[in-house]
Protein backbone atom coordinates (compact mmCIF):
# COMPACT_ATOMS: atom_id res chain seq x y z
CA UNK A 1 0.00 0.00 0.00
CA UNK A 2 1.04 3.46 -1.13
CA UNK A 3 1.39 6.40 1.35
CA UNK A 4 -2.27 8.14 0.81
CA UNK A 5 -2.13 11.44 -0.75
CA UNK A 6 -4.33 12.59 3.08
CA UNK A 7 -1.10 11.71 4.88
CA UNK A 8 0.87 14.18 6.37
CA UNK A 9 4.71 14.20 6.35
CA UNK A 10 5.59 14.65 10.54
CA UNK A 11 9.12 13.96 10.53
CA UNK A 12 12.06 13.52 8.02
CA UNK A 13 15.49 12.47 9.03
CA UNK A 14 18.56 11.78 6.67
CA UNK A 15 17.05 7.95 5.88
CA UNK A 16 13.08 7.81 6.43
CA UNK A 17 10.43 10.48 6.51
CA UNK A 18 7.36 9.58 9.08
CA UNK A 19 3.81 10.30 7.16
CA UNK A 20 0.79 9.67 9.60
CA UNK A 21 -3.12 10.14 8.75
CA UNK A 22 -6.34 9.19 9.96
CA UNK A 23 -8.24 6.23 8.55
CA UNK A 24 -11.64 5.17 9.20
CA UNK A 25 -12.26 1.95 10.77
CA UNK A 26 -14.94 -1.05 9.89
CA UNK A 27 -16.86 -0.08 12.96
CA UNK A 28 -16.92 4.07 11.97
CA UNK A 29 -14.45 4.98 14.07
CA UNK A 30 -11.39 6.69 13.28
CA UNK A 31 -7.19 5.53 13.85
CA UNK A 32 -4.40 7.33 13.51
CA UNK A 33 -1.94 5.00 10.55
CA UNK A 34 1.66 6.09 10.42
CA UNK A 35 4.20 4.48 7.44
CA UNK A 36 8.10 5.03 6.74
CA UNK A 37 9.50 6.21 3.33
CA UNK A 38 12.73 6.12 2.02
CA UNK A 39 14.46 6.35 -0.92
CA UNK A 40 14.42 2.88 -3.34
CA UNK A 41 17.60 0.36 -2.84
CA UNK A 42 19.58 -1.74 -5.92
CA UNK A 43 20.73 -5.10 -5.39
CA UNK A 44 22.93 -6.17 -8.88
CA UNK A 45 23.81 -9.68 -9.97
CA UNK A 46 26.42 -8.94 -11.67
CA UNK A 47 27.71 -11.97 -13.52
CA UNK A 48 31.20 -12.47 -15.67
CA UNK A 49 31.82 -13.98 -19.24
CA UNK A 50 32.61 -16.97 -17.25
CA UNK A 51 28.91 -17.18 -16.02
CA UNK A 52 30.59 -16.82 -12.54
CA UNK A 53 28.14 -14.62 -9.71
CA UNK A 54 30.13 -12.08 -8.25
CA UNK A 55 29.57 -12.00 -4.38
CA UNK A 56 31.03 -9.01 -1.78
CA UNK A 57 32.10 -9.60 1.76
CA UNK A 58 32.02 -6.23 3.62
CA UNK A 59 33.29 -5.38 6.81
CA UNK A 60 32.44 -2.24 8.52
CA UNK A 61 33.41 -0.44 12.26
CA UNK A 62 29.86 -0.71 13.37
CA UNK A 63 28.97 -4.47 11.91
CA UNK A 64 29.90 -7.85 11.66
CA UNK A 65 31.60 -8.81 8.18
CA UNK A 66 28.35 -10.34 5.77
CA UNK A 67 27.62 -11.60 2.63
CA UNK A 68 25.96 -9.38 0.12
CA UNK A 69 25.33 -8.57 -4.18
CA UNK A 70 26.41 -5.55 -4.93
CA UNK A 71 23.86 -2.82 -3.58
CA UNK A 72 23.36 0.42 -2.59
CA UNK A 73 20.03 3.40 -2.10
CA UNK A 74 19.27 5.46 -4.49
CA UNK A 75 19.97 8.95 -4.45
CA UNK A 76 17.01 11.09 -4.69
CA UNK A 77 17.56 12.52 -8.43
CA UNK A 78 18.73 9.30 -9.51
CA UNK A 79 16.65 6.44 -10.83
CA UNK A 80 17.42 2.61 -10.04
CA UNK A 81 19.03 1.93 -13.18
CA UNK A 82 21.52 5.16 -12.67
CA UNK A 83 22.36 3.97 -9.17
CA UNK A 84 23.27 -0.33 -10.09
CA UNK A 85 25.48 1.21 -12.72
CA UNK A 86 27.22 3.51 -10.47
CA UNK A 87 27.34 1.33 -7.44
CA UNK A 88 28.77 -1.46 -9.22
CA UNK A 89 31.72 0.56 -10.43
CA UNK A 90 32.43 2.27 -7.62
CA UNK A 91 32.03 -0.99 -5.33
CA UNK A 92 33.69 -3.06 -7.91
CA UNK A 93 35.25 -1.57 -10.83
CA UNK A 94 32.98 -3.66 -12.73
CA UNK A 95 31.68 -2.77 -16.10
CA UNK A 96 28.51 -4.33 -18.15
CA UNK A 97 26.53 -3.17 -21.14
CA UNK A 98 23.93 -5.77 -20.74
CA UNK A 99 21.37 -5.08 -17.75
CA UNK A 100 17.75 -6.46 -17.10
CA UNK A 101 15.67 -5.74 -14.22
CA UNK A 102 15.27 -9.36 -12.03
CA UNK A 103 13.04 -8.28 -9.70
CA UNK A 104 11.33 -5.52 -7.61
CA UNK A 105 9.41 -5.96 -4.52
CA UNK A 106 9.07 -4.25 -0.95
CA UNK A 107 10.64 -5.53 2.18
CA UNK A 108 7.71 -4.45 4.56
CA UNK A 109 4.16 -3.20 4.41
CA UNK A 110 5.09 -0.32 6.92
CA UNK A 111 7.70 1.14 4.50
CA UNK A 112 7.15 2.29 1.38
CA UNK A 113 10.29 1.48 -0.82
CA UNK A 114 11.56 -0.74 -3.77
CA UNK A 115 14.35 -2.83 -3.76
CA UNK A 116 15.13 -3.46 -7.01
CA UNK A 117 17.62 -6.24 -8.22
CA UNK A 118 19.40 -6.34 -11.32
CA UNK A 119 21.06 -8.63 -13.18
CA UNK A 120 24.76 -7.26 -14.98
CA UNK A 121 25.39 -9.50 -17.52
CA UNK A 122 29.30 -10.22 -19.31
CA UNK A 123 30.82 -7.83 -16.10
CA UNK A 124 34.22 -6.94 -17.17
CA UNK A 125 36.70 -5.61 -14.44
CA UNK A 126 38.58 -1.98 -15.61
CA UNK A 127 40.53 -0.74 -12.82
CA UNK A 128 41.31 -1.49 -9.40
CA UNK A 129 38.60 -0.96 -6.21
CA UNK A 130 39.14 2.46 -4.51
CA UNK A 131 37.22 2.08 -1.17
CA UNK A 132 35.43 4.51 1.33
CA UNK A 133 37.36 4.59 5.13
CA UNK A 134 34.56 3.13 6.77
CA UNK A 135 34.34 0.26 4.15
CA UNK A 136 36.32 -2.93 3.38
CA UNK A 137 35.02 -4.73 0.54
CA UNK A 138 36.32 -8.28 -0.60
CA UNK A 139 34.43 -9.77 -3.77
CA UNK A 140 34.95 -12.98 -5.45
CA UNK A 141 33.13 -14.72 -8.38
CA UNK A 142 31.42 -17.87 -7.87
CA UNK A 143 29.69 -20.82 -9.59
CA UNK A 144 26.50 -21.69 -9.27
CA UNK A 145 26.24 -24.11 -6.65
CA UNK A 146 28.67 -22.02 -4.20
CA UNK A 147 25.90 -19.29 -4.71
CA UNK A 148 23.78 -21.43 -3.39
CA UNK A 149 25.36 -22.25 -0.67
CA UNK A 150 26.44 -18.39 0.83
CA UNK A 151 22.32 -18.03 -0.31
CA UNK A 152 21.80 -20.41 2.57
CA UNK A 153 24.68 -18.45 5.32
CA UNK A 154 23.00 -16.70 7.87
CA UNK A 155 25.71 -13.66 6.85
CA UNK A 156 24.06 -13.16 3.58
CA UNK A 157 22.39 -10.41 3.56
CA UNK A 158 19.33 -10.20 0.87
CA UNK A 159 17.19 -12.63 2.26
CA UNK A 160 14.24 -11.62 0.32
CA UNK A 161 16.59 -12.39 -2.86
CA UNK A 162 17.32 -15.84 -1.44
CA UNK A 163 14.21 -17.47 -0.29
CA UNK A 164 12.49 -16.11 -3.77
CA UNK A 165 15.91 -18.04 -5.65
CA UNK A 166 15.02 -21.32 -3.06
CA UNK A 167 11.25 -21.03 -3.74
CA UNK A 168 12.02 -21.36 -7.81
CA UNK A 169 13.89 -24.35 -7.01
CA UNK A 170 11.33 -25.92 -4.71
CA UNK A 171 8.96 -25.71 -6.98
CA UNK A 172 11.28 -27.55 -9.82
CA UNK A 173 12.41 -24.41 -12.06
CA UNK A 174 15.68 -23.83 -10.77
CA UNK A 175 16.64 -24.42 -14.58
CA UNK A 176 14.06 -21.52 -15.58
CA UNK A 177 15.77 -19.49 -12.93
CA UNK A 178 19.51 -19.90 -14.52
CA UNK A 179 18.23 -19.43 -18.07
CA UNK A 180 16.72 -16.14 -16.71
CA UNK A 181 19.81 -15.04 -14.39
CA UNK A 182 22.68 -16.44 -17.22
CA UNK A 183 20.97 -16.53 -20.86
CA UNK A 184 21.64 -19.52 -21.12
Known amino acids: MKIPKNAIKVFSWKTFDVYQWEQKMFDWSKKIFEKL ?3 D ?3 IIAINKNKEIYILEEQQP ?3 T ?3 LIWWTCEDWEEAIETAKRELFEET ?6 WEVFWVYSRSSRIE ?3 NIFIARDCERVWEQNLDSWEKIKFKAVVWEEFLKILANPKFRVQE ?3 EVFREIFLWR ?3 LKNKIFWN
Not at 93 to 98: A, I, R, T, V, Y
Open 161 to 163: FAL
Open 37 to 39: KRN
Open 174 to 176: EKE
Open 93 to 98: WLKSNF
Open 66 to 68: FLW
Open 113 to 115: QNS
Open 62 to 64: WRE
Open 41 to 43: SVD
